[in-house]
T-cell receptor
Framework: EPEVTQTPSHQVTQMGQEVILRCVPI?????FYWYRQILGQKVEFLVS????????KSEIFDDQFSVERPDGSNFTLKIRSTKLEDSAMYFC??????????FGSGTRLTVV | AQSVTQLGSHVSVSEGALVLLRCNYS??????LFWYVQYPNQGLQLLLK??????LVKGINGFEAEFKKSETSFHLTKPSAHMSDAAEYFC????????????FGKGTRLSVIA
Protein backbone atom coordinates (compact mmCIF):
# COMPACT_ATOMS: atom_id res chain seq x y z
CA GLU A 1 0.00 0.00 0.00
CA PRO A 2 1.40 3.43 -0.94
CA GLU A 3 2.73 5.47 1.96
CA VAL A 4 3.55 9.06 2.78
CA THR A 5 7.13 9.13 4.04
CA GLN A 6 8.44 11.72 6.46
CA THR A 7 12.02 12.38 7.54
CA PRO A 8 13.47 12.71 10.05
CA SER A 9 11.27 10.96 12.58
CA HIS A 10 12.68 13.12 15.36
CA GLN A 11 14.62 16.37 15.22
CA VAL A 12 16.06 18.40 18.04
CA THR A 13 17.06 21.98 17.30
CA GLN A 14 18.11 25.06 19.20
CA MET A 15 15.79 28.01 19.45
CA GLY A 16 16.37 30.43 16.60
CA GLN A 17 17.68 27.80 14.21
CA GLU A 18 16.09 26.93 10.88
CA VAL A 19 14.64 23.48 10.35
CA ILE A 20 13.39 21.72 7.25
CA LEU A 21 10.95 18.86 7.59
CA ARG A 22 10.71 16.58 4.60
CA CYS A 23 7.89 14.57 3.15
CA VAL A 24 7.46 12.35 0.12
CA PRO A 25 3.73 12.24 -0.69
CA ILE A 26 2.06 9.50 -2.68
CA UNK A 27 3.00 10.08 -6.30
CA UNK A 28 -0.42 10.31 -7.91
CA UNK A 29 -2.00 12.46 -5.20
CA UNK A 30 -2.90 16.03 -6.06
CA UNK A 31 -3.16 17.85 -2.76
CA PHE A 32 -0.57 18.14 -0.03
CA TYR A 33 -0.86 19.28 3.54
CA TRP A 34 1.05 19.96 6.71
CA TYR A 35 -0.57 19.58 10.10
CA ARG A 36 0.89 19.85 13.57
CA GLN A 37 0.00 18.38 16.93
CA ILE A 38 1.34 19.96 20.08
CA LEU A 39 1.77 17.33 22.77
CA GLY A 40 -1.58 16.37 24.25
CA GLN A 41 -3.58 18.60 21.94
CA LYS A 42 -5.57 18.16 18.77
CA VAL A 43 -4.23 17.99 15.26
CA GLU A 44 -4.20 21.46 13.67
CA PHE A 45 -4.08 22.39 10.01
CA LEU A 46 -1.14 24.48 8.88
CA VAL A 47 -1.15 24.72 5.10
CA SER A 48 -2.41 23.08 1.93
CA UNK A 49 -0.60 22.99 -1.39
CA UNK A 50 -2.00 22.36 -4.84
CA UNK A 51 -0.67 22.88 -8.33
CA UNK A 52 2.66 24.09 -6.98
CA UNK A 53 1.29 26.82 -4.80
CA UNK A 54 -0.27 27.36 -1.40
CA UNK A 55 -4.04 27.09 -1.65
CA UNK A 56 -4.96 27.66 1.96
CA LYS A 57 -3.16 28.39 5.22
CA SER A 58 -4.15 28.76 8.83
CA GLU A 59 -3.35 31.63 11.18
CA ILE A 60 -0.62 29.44 12.64
CA PHE A 61 1.24 29.50 9.33
CA ASP A 62 2.90 32.88 9.71
CA ASP A 63 5.96 34.35 7.99
CA GLN A 64 8.25 31.96 9.87
CA PHE A 65 6.85 29.06 7.88
CA SER A 66 7.24 28.20 4.21
CA VAL A 67 6.55 25.18 2.02
CA GLU A 68 8.08 23.99 -1.20
CA ARG A 69 7.79 21.14 -3.64
CA PRO A 70 11.20 21.59 -5.19
CA ASP A 71 11.50 18.53 -7.41
CA GLY A 72 8.03 17.15 -8.00
CA SER A 73 8.35 14.48 -5.35
CA ASN A 74 9.53 16.01 -2.08
CA PHE A 75 7.31 18.38 -0.10
CA THR A 76 9.08 20.39 2.57
CA LEU A 77 8.09 22.55 5.51
CA LYS A 78 10.65 25.12 6.62
CA ILE A 79 10.58 26.97 9.90
CA ARG A 80 12.95 29.91 9.62
CA SER A 81 13.66 30.74 13.24
CA THR A 82 12.30 28.15 15.60
CA LYS A 83 10.65 29.06 18.89
CA LEU A 84 10.05 26.86 21.91
CA GLU A 85 6.35 26.77 21.08
CA ASP A 86 7.10 25.21 17.70
CA SER A 87 7.84 21.96 19.50
CA ALA A 88 5.24 19.54 18.19
CA MET A 89 4.62 16.54 15.99
CA TYR A 90 4.36 17.62 12.37
CA PHE A 91 2.35 15.48 9.99
CA CYS A 92 2.43 15.57 6.23
CA UNK A 93 -0.58 14.31 4.29
CA UNK A 94 -1.57 13.90 0.69
CA UNK A 95 -4.99 13.50 -0.78
CA UNK A 96 -6.57 12.15 -3.94
CA UNK A 97 -9.32 13.94 -5.83
CA UNK A 98 -11.98 11.91 -4.00
CA UNK A 99 -10.82 12.89 -0.50
CA UNK A 100 -8.62 9.87 0.11
CA UNK A 101 -6.29 11.26 2.77
CA UNK A 102 -3.06 9.51 3.73
CA PHE A 103 -0.93 10.75 6.61
CA GLY A 104 2.76 10.22 7.20
CA SER A 105 4.04 8.91 10.50
CA GLY A 106 5.16 12.37 11.56
CA THR A 107 8.29 14.25 12.59
CA ARG A 108 8.65 15.08 16.25
CA LEU A 109 10.31 18.49 16.49
CA THR A 110 11.83 19.46 19.81
CA VAL A 111 13.09 23.04 20.20
CA VAL A 112 15.45 23.56 23.11
CA ALA B 1 -17.29 27.26 9.36
CA GLN B 2 -17.21 23.65 10.23
CA SER B 3 -16.24 22.19 13.56
CA VAL B 4 -16.07 18.87 15.33
CA THR B 5 -16.95 18.17 18.96
CA GLN B 6 -15.85 15.00 20.66
CA LEU B 7 -17.65 14.47 23.94
CA GLY B 8 -15.35 13.13 26.59
CA SER B 9 -11.61 13.64 26.45
CA HIS B 10 -11.09 10.30 28.19
CA VAL B 11 -13.21 7.15 28.06
CA SER B 12 -12.45 4.06 30.07
CA VAL B 13 -14.04 0.67 29.39
CA SER B 14 -13.49 -2.86 30.57
CA GLU B 15 -12.08 -5.44 28.21
CA GLY B 16 -14.99 -7.03 26.36
CA ALA B 17 -17.32 -4.09 26.95
CA LEU B 18 -18.92 -1.89 24.35
CA VAL B 19 -16.88 1.05 23.11
CA LEU B 20 -18.78 4.24 22.27
CA LEU B 21 -16.90 7.38 21.29
CA ARG B 22 -19.05 10.37 20.47
CA CYS B 23 -18.57 12.86 17.67
CA ASN B 24 -20.83 15.70 16.58
CA TYR B 25 -20.12 18.04 13.74
CA SER B 26 -21.37 21.35 12.50
CA UNK B 27 -21.36 22.04 8.80
CA UNK B 28 -23.51 24.05 6.46
CA UNK B 29 -23.47 21.23 3.92
CA UNK B 30 -23.22 17.46 4.34
CA UNK B 31 -19.58 16.73 5.02
CA UNK B 32 -17.35 13.75 4.66
CA LEU B 33 -16.55 12.31 8.09
CA PHE B 34 -13.56 10.37 9.32
CA TRP B 35 -12.29 8.57 12.38
CA TYR B 36 -8.56 8.26 12.95
CA VAL B 37 -6.67 6.33 15.62
CA GLN B 38 -3.30 7.33 17.02
CA TYR B 39 -1.27 4.88 19.06
CA PRO B 40 1.40 6.30 21.39
CA ASN B 41 4.24 7.95 19.51
CA GLN B 42 2.78 7.00 16.15
CA GLY B 43 1.02 8.69 13.27
CA LEU B 44 -2.64 8.88 12.32
CA GLN B 45 -4.27 5.75 10.97
CA LEU B 46 -7.61 5.89 9.21
CA LEU B 47 -10.21 3.71 10.92
CA LEU B 48 -13.14 4.47 8.64
CA LYS B 49 -14.80 7.23 6.68
CA UNK B 50 -18.25 8.23 5.50
CA UNK B 51 -18.59 9.84 2.12
CA UNK B 52 -21.89 8.89 0.52
CA UNK B 53 -24.23 5.91 0.47
CA UNK B 54 -24.79 3.60 3.42
CA UNK B 55 -24.82 5.54 6.66
CA LEU B 56 -23.41 2.66 8.71
CA VAL B 57 -19.74 2.42 7.88
CA LYS B 58 -17.51 -0.46 8.87
CA GLY B 59 -13.82 0.08 9.42
CA ILE B 60 -10.74 -1.76 10.52
CA ASN B 61 -10.26 -3.59 13.82
CA GLY B 62 -14.00 -4.19 14.27
CA PHE B 63 -14.97 -0.53 14.55
CA GLU B 64 -18.00 0.99 12.90
CA ALA B 65 -19.71 4.38 12.85
CA GLU B 66 -23.11 5.60 11.84
CA PHE B 67 -23.76 8.91 10.14
CA LYS B 68 -26.94 10.46 11.51
CA LYS B 69 -27.72 13.64 9.63
CA SER B 70 -30.67 14.56 11.87
CA GLU B 71 -28.42 14.43 14.92
CA THR B 72 -25.29 15.74 13.13
CA SER B 73 -23.44 12.84 14.70
CA PHE B 74 -20.91 10.24 13.67
CA HIS B 75 -20.33 8.13 16.78
CA LEU B 76 -17.74 5.36 16.75
CA THR B 77 -18.58 1.98 18.25
CA LYS B 78 -17.06 -1.43 18.78
CA PRO B 79 -19.04 -4.27 20.39
CA SER B 80 -16.18 -5.71 22.44
CA ALA B 81 -13.08 -3.78 23.51
CA HIS B 82 -9.62 -5.31 23.36
CA MET B 83 -6.58 -4.17 25.28
CA SER B 84 -4.99 -3.27 21.95
CA ASP B 85 -7.71 -0.68 21.31
CA ALA B 86 -6.20 1.66 23.91
CA ALA B 87 -5.25 4.75 21.92
CA GLU B 88 -6.28 8.29 21.04
CA TYR B 89 -9.21 8.58 18.64
CA PHE B 90 -9.87 11.63 16.48
CA CYS B 91 -13.03 12.47 14.60
CA UNK B 92 -12.54 14.73 11.57
CA UNK B 93 -14.69 16.43 8.98
CA UNK B 94 -14.02 17.84 5.56
CA UNK B 95 -16.11 20.31 3.67
CA UNK B 96 -16.83 19.15 0.15
CA UNK B 97 -15.25 22.07 -1.64
CA UNK B 98 -11.95 21.88 -3.43
CA UNK B 99 -9.09 20.89 -1.21
CA UNK B 100 -10.30 22.22 2.09
CA UNK B 101 -8.40 20.62 4.92
CA UNK B 102 -9.56 18.13 7.48
CA UNK B 103 -10.82 19.70 10.68
CA PHE B 104 -10.13 17.53 13.70
CA GLY B 105 -11.84 17.17 17.02
CA LYS B 106 -9.80 17.38 20.20
CA GLY B 107 -9.59 13.64 20.49
CA THR B 108 -10.75 11.02 22.96
CA ARG B 109 -8.31 8.85 24.80
CA LEU B 110 -9.63 5.32 25.18
CA SER B 111 -8.36 3.23 28.07
CA VAL B 112 -9.19 -0.48 28.28
CA ILE B 113 -9.13 -2.09 31.70
CA ALA B 114 -8.38 -5.78 32.09
Amino acid sequence: EPEVTQTPSHQVTQMGQEVILRCVPISNHLYFYWYRQILGQKVEFLVSFYNNEISEKSEIFDDQFSVERPDGSNFTLKIRSTKLEDSAMYFCASMTANYGYTFGSGTRLTVV
Amino acid sequence: AQSVTQLGSHVSVSEGALVLLRCNYSSSVPPYLFWYVQYPNQGLQLLLKYTTGATLVKGINGFEAEFKKSETSFHLTKPSAHMSDAAEYFCAVIHLSGNTPLVFGKGTRLSVIA
